[in-house]
């Protein structure tokens, strides 16, 4: 469904996306991971054909997005980073406006509309104006626009971002039957590691422009992860440590710690097993959200 | 270009504006009440400034001349409306939409198109109705010009949306466009009646040509063919900011995106 081929875009002497090529199949769920910066929403803004890419292709359905962005666009439900709604306009009224840009008729785009505020929950809110939604509903109301046009290529960047966890597990629950019941290929971003791994086929990685690693999480983690002790201290630091045996290792690497005069107090000791977050660390020495101290 | 897609664009931007009405209001009712207070005083200005001066009413020149000035502020309430647009995310989910960018463009133009052209008509005739304006020339002639000058405050305000990086930008050069440009231009007062150099000045702002065409066709008795010259140098300065702005628009939105 979707054909990512040697994608490059540079901003002056920056290059946000270097080389990045992947695949997403029909009915599949596929996570976009890397740090903030790694150049994930530029890929998915060049995917839609928001960014024209320097060099490189990308396909939606045998479409070339830069030789005709109205057809490929026409398979695509976008939902970016930052949510997208007219605060004027009700929760419906967003909802059927971008419904029926899509073509669909008055009476479809109603009842698509309706039936995306009982699933996403916002039936309370759907008369309501956008402008006054808590963030988590605007969220879903961001996510149900692009749900509109039942996709076949379904872009998601950060969209699970501020719900709670019954809204999230819900939301994961919708992606999830998007892909399964109507064989939407899903591009997933995502910086909760966990959630990717509970619902991804498989996972992109990408870092500084570049992908490390393409293959189904149980391959990632066989190929990339190792195991880790985590050590947390008083002063909020962490320092982790990647270890092949983390109970015949941890002792060494508790006598290596500094306990003298102004050290700070160690916390706590956690031993993480090889997962899909020590294979994300293992390929780009940082965690998704960026706060752990790197120790050689 | 997919008439369906313009339809839904133009109808839901149509529906924001409706929401915006009080403004609107404000941009009929103001120049309502300044012809209202100007007409009688311009009067002895308008019978020495004009060749048909001796037969035009103070209203022949002040409701052209102020329908001009104010309709020229459609631009930067056109102009906020796009920028609006931008902070809400909408306008990246529309240019991610299947919609193409002409349709997208011309969808959200049309309906300000629409308010602008009510405005002129309602300015017109309040001053028909209320103060002492004629229509002594062609009707063809008043149709082609509220066209040319809605055409051009169209792409004036297109031109400023491609050209501003904010939406301060745009309120600043529009009271520049509307104020400034619309006393040199001869809305205000009539240009003979202006300093010198303001008099040579005049002929690069559309407003001298709108209110020379639109006083002309009104209190003057000039046909069709005496405002072909107004309208086409209207069309063409619009034509000329649409192809500029269009261009500059699709490169600087990629830059934005990317920001």
Not at chain 1, 6 to 26: I, M, N, P, Q
Not at chain 1, 113 to 129: H, M, N, V
Not at chain 2, 228 to 238: I, Y
Request: one cysteine or more; hydrophobic letters at 50%.
């Amino acid at each position: 469904m979707l054909e990512v081929i040697d994608l490059v875009k540079r901003y002056g002497e920056v290059t946000a996306v270097d080389g990045v090529s992947f695949h997403v199949a029909a009915g599949e769920i596929v996570g976009l991971l890397g740090v903030n910066g790694a150049g994930k929403s530029t890929t998915l803004e060049t995917i839609v054909g928001l960014v024209t890419p320097d060099s490189g292709t990308v396909t939606v359905d045998g479409h070339d997005v830069r030789a005709h962005p109205e057809r490929a666009r026409a398979h695509i439900g976008f939902a970016a980073q930052d949510t997208a709604l007219y605060p004027r306009l009700t929760v419906r009224e967003n909802l059927r406006f971008f419904g029926r840009l899509t073509g669909a008729s008055r009476h479809d785009a109603d009842a698509r509309a309706d039936e995306l505020i009982g699933l996403l929950g916002l039936t309370e809110q759907a008369g309501r104006l956008a402008g006054v939604l808590s963030g988590g509903e605007a969220r879903r109301a961001h996510v149900a626009v692009a749900l509109m046009a039942r996709p076949r290529l379904l872009l998601l960047d950060e969209a699970t971002v501020g719900l709670d966890v019954r809204t999230r597990t819900h939301m994961l629950e919708l992606v999830v039957r998007a892909a399964r019941d109507s064989g939407a290929a899903v591009l997933f971003s995502s910086h909760y590691l966990a959630e990717v791994e509970s619902i991804c086929d498989r996972v992109v990685i990408i870092h500084r422009g570049r992908v490390l690693a393409d293959g189904t999480v149980a391959e990632t983690i066989a190929r990339h992860a190792k195991s880790a002790v985590e050590f947390a201290f008083g002063d909020g630091t962490r320092q982790r440590h990647e270890v092949s045996d983390p109970a015949a290792e941890l002792p060494a690497l508790l006598a290596r710690l500094d306990t003298g005069a102004g050290a700070p107090e160690l916390k706590s000791v956690n031993v993480l097993p090889a997962s899909l977050e020590t294979a994300f660390w293992a390929l780009t020495g940082e965690e998704p959200a960026g706060l752990v101290e790197e120790v050689a | 270009m997919r008439l369906d897609r313009l339809a839904v664009i133009g109808g839901n931007e149509w529906r924001m504006l409706w929401k915006d009405q009080a403004v609107v209001m404000l941009l009929i009712v103001t120049p309502a009440v300044m012809m209202g207070i100007m007409a009688d005083g311009l009067a002895p200005v308008v019978r020495e400034s004009f060749d048909a001066g001796a037969s035009m009413s103070g209203a022949d020149f002040a409701v052209p001349g102020f329908t001009v000035m104010f309709a020229f502020f459609m631009t930067g309430f056109m102009g906020n409306g796009f920028f609006l647009e931008r902070g809400w995310g909408t306008w990246q989910r529309l240019r991610a939409s299947s919609a193409r960018s002409a349709e997208v463009l011309l969808g959200k133009t049309a309906p300000y198109a629409a308010v602008s052209t009510l405005q002129i008509l309602l300015m017109l005739a309040f001053g028909w109705l209320v103060l002492d304006l004629h229509l002594r020339g062609s009707v063809a002639g008043l149709v082609l010009m509220i066209v040319a000058v809605v055409a051009v405050i169209m792409a004036i305000a297109l031109f400023l949306v491609a050209h501003c990086g904010s939406s301060q930008q745009i309120s600043a050069l529009t009271n520049l466009v509307g104020i400034v440009g619309g006393v040199i231009g001869g809305a205000f007062l009539p240009v003979d009646s202006l300093p010198g150099w303001t008099q040579a000045v005049a002929y690069v702002t559309p407003q001298y040509w709108a209110v020379d065409g639109l006083s002309g066709v009104l209190g003057a008795g000039d046909g069709l063919a005496d405002v072909v010259p107004n309208a086409a140098v209207l069309l063409g300065a619009a034509v000329v900011l649409i192809a500029l702005s269009a261009r500059r628009l699709s490169l600087t939105e990629q830059e934005r995106v990317a920001a």
